[in-house]
């Protein structure tokens, strides 16, 4: 069993700000390892430097948590490339990684599920069974290769959230929930996303909240709302695109001559570093707990938001306690060059 922090996640979200990095898939993809459509991580198993490289670039921007790209990284995305086969190598690497990565800067290691496709509200009990099944497993291997907590996100369907959360409680790990929120309100099985906060946090999630399809400008107004409804911790992870109300999600941004910039055709769109330093702080002002960024994400906005959060950020540790806060630093960096 790998050697991690002495301080968990509710440790430290007790104590401060944690500030998360995602977006492995959208960067790797930028990098020309992974294919933009289906998505799916053979990364992992195919280029582990590569990821590596990624994890250790989000710990040098200042990140408190890897982590494992095991994102698709279930039955029925990998049937659709054909490396079903491949499933419990590509996870347990995955960790491995993030775990290796992790212990270089006194990070945390979260274990990854997300939306599994196979979720069918009209043959609930079934799908129920098999969506089950997929996060069972997935989350044995993460379990004997060490993680700190669970993050199960980009989350279509409350009913499939909650099947994660139940498995998540089981193993006895802190659960973070966030839900995608392609549409206006509702997630898919539709529940307004505050009330779906709600009964997440109700359900016992440590940390609910949104992640990915919006970036600050519409995810924020939700997340102000879920935070004065919960008392749990809540986390922001939103794509670093300029969204705006007719435009929402990085989904629906449309270039002047009116196409579809998703997935590929985003760059138009990116926000600057000082403008995710701008989100950063505002999500700090409202109370949020978890502050990250998905798809989208790389180490200069990480960086960015580290640098805003500094003052603010939970030590990873006693030493980093006793040493105190600078300004401006991102207290990771600070170790780093010390
Ligand atoms: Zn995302």
């Keep these: 069993m790998p050697v991690r922090s002495q301080r968990g ?46 994890h250790r670039e989000f710990l040098r921007a200042g990140a408190d948590v890897m982590v494992a790209l095991t994102y698709y990284a279930h039955r029925e995305k990998l049937k659709t490339v054909g490396r079903e086969n491949d499933l419990e190598a590509l996870n347990r690497q995955a960790l491995r990684v993030a775990n290796e990565v992790a212990r270089e800067g006194d990070a945390l290691v979260a274990g990854d599920i997300c939306n599994t496709w196979a979720y069918d509200p009209k043959n609930k009990e079934a799908s129920s069974r098999v969506v089950r099944a997929m996060y069972e497993e997935q989350l044995s291997w993460a379990v004997d290769e060490g993680i700190d907590f669970v993050i199960a996100e980009t989350n279509d369907y409350l009913g499939e959230s909650l099947i994660a959360l139940q498995v998540i409680k089981e193993l006895g790990l802190p659960a973070m929930v966030t839900l995608a929120s392609t549409r206006p309100h509702q997630t898919w099985d539709g529940y307004d996303y505050v009330d779906a906060c709600k009964i997440l946090a109700d359900q016992g999630a440590d940390i609910v909240g949104l992640n990915c399809d919006r970036g600050p400008a519409t995810m924020l107004p939700i997340i102000e709302r879920v935070r004065n409804r919960v008392s749990s911790y809540v986390a922001a992870q939103p794509v670093p695109f300029k969204t705006d109300p007719a435009m929402p999600t990085f989904e629906s941004l449309k270039t002047a001559s009116g196409t579809r910039a998703f997935p590929i055709a985003l760059e138009p769109f990116l926000c600057t570093r000082f403008e995710m330093a701008a989100y950063a702080e505002r999500a700090k002002e409202l109370g949020v707990n978890y502050i990250g960024i998905c798809c989208g994400g790389s180490p200069h906005y990480v960086r960015a938001m580290a640098e805003v959060l500094a003052g603010d950020r939970a030590p990873p540790d006693d030493r980093g306690a006793r040493r105190g806060k600078r300004e401006g630093i991102p207290r990771r960096l600070e170790r780093l060059i010390a």
């Design 9 to 54: 996640i509710l440790d430290r979200l007790q104590a401060g700000i944690v500030l998360g990095a995602e977006g492995y898939v959208f960067e790797l993809e930028r990098r020309g390892y992974i294919k933009a459509g289906p998505y799916v991580p053979e990364v992992v198993l195919d280029f582990p430097d590569a990821v590596r490289e990624l």
